[in-house]
């Protein structure tokens, strides 16, 4: 068998009232339409294809790598006309499952049984039973409890808004019958839409039977139509993740306080993450680590047993094992921290290495600076790496000593063991082992006060 998915993605999401096209709506730091295409992947389908509105090539450009074949629809006249776009890359004996680019987080699981479950040249439902099914498509049953048909909210009568059974819209049937039913479709109804729904009707009067099976989790089926429903799948997304690093040995001390963006984020057994941490992009804690409250970490690699202390900023960096940063620091822009070195608060680095053992430890900017071994940056050092036109680069070798307040205006080279003393401004390289002061001479004026 082969399987096709088509997810549909061409709605405008007015309600979301945003400029930013529905589909490409973050949760967890991964556009909406992103999370579908991930799980239609995990099925090994032939094909996924995305109808997209082509008047909005957003969503197109902004999942351009996604290995997917874009299906635009010109016009938006409702789901059944939105599945047929995608007909030209169906064959008459491929299964077909339906997605919405708007239900973000069903499951591989669900999505499986439903199509193991969809009888041979009939159509399988994923449907729902919800306490407050208003707006949704409503299951209409015989006698026998066969399903007959799919009424829109609109579209219903008193009768049958009582109906608890819902349409989530996620629908797995056969090419062939697809081919047959979607042109022979009208849009006689209250919407004026071509009804996707509409093709239970047809298969029950050719006597096909149409199968409804349910979710395993009710939050796999919300659609998001507004930014109160992202909100709280987002939530619920986040506690999913917050448990299964828990499971893998991770201590959260708060999981409504964690935060998870993007697909790359792995973390070792033995870490302990304070409350309000959000890790995004490509982000990897090792062993034994400690990430305290109020850190934010996009695109870092920590090893083992490393300390970020409260409400550091850190940004496309690597820290070695067993540094110490913060609290209150920012490191930004191609940071590389090395063993046991030590980075305090109220220090700011940016395109920077620090060698083994090395400390800022207070109140300092580092910039397009490499710094070696064992080196020790006193408080309120401030390497002066911009003339106005460019950035310079700044040396500082191992072992040297940099006297607090002070100035290093780049381009410098701080020779190995050398000692700048606190409060100079520096401007040529220093050789190795020396002393080198820009103090003004200290004078004390005696009995100063009384005369
Ligand atoms: C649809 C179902 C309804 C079900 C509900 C679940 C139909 C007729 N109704 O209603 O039974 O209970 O979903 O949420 O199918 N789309 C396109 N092109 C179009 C129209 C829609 O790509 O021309 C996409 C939308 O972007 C959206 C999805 O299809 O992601 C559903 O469309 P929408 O108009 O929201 O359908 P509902 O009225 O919610
Ligand atoms: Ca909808």
Known sequence: MTLKVIILAAGKGSRMLADLPKVLHPLG?????????????????????????????RVKDALASEEVTWVPQKEVLGTGHAVSQALPHINDDDQVLVLYGDVPLITEGTLSYLVNTTPKEGI???????????????????????????????????????????????????????????PSLTNDNQQKEYYLTDIVRLAVSESRSVVGIEAFSAHEIQGVNNRWQLAQLERYYQQIKAKQFSLAGVAIKDFARFDVRGRDVTIDPDVVIDVNVILSGHVHLGEGSYVGPGCCLENVTVG???????????????????????????????????????VGNFVEMKQTSVGEESKAKHLTYLGNATIGKSVNVGAGTIICNYDGKQKWETIIKDGAFIGSNTALIAPITINEKAIVGAGSTISSDVPASALVVTRAKERVVKDWVKE
């Open 124 to 182: 399988g439902l994923l449907v729902a039973n919800v306490a407050d099914p208003s707006g949704l498509g409503r299951i209409c049953r015989d006698e026998q409890n066969n399903i007959q048909r799919i009424v829109e909210h609109k579209d219903a009568t008193p009768s049958e808004l009582r109906i608890k059974e819902t349409n989530t819209g996620i629908v797995s049937t056969w090419g062939g019958l697809l081919k047959r039913w979607l």
């Open 304 to 342: 083992k047993n490393v300390t970020i202390d409260a409400y550091s900023a850190i940004k496309n960096t690597v820290i070695e094992d067993g540094a110490h940063i913060g609290p209150f620091t920012h490191i930004h822009d191609d940071c590389h921290i090395g063993k046991k070195a030590q």
């Open 29 to 57: 730091g991964i556009p909406l339409l992103g999370h579908v295409i991930d799980t239609a992947q995990e099925l090994n389908p032939e094909a996924v294809c995305v109808i997209y509105n082509h008047e909005n090539t």
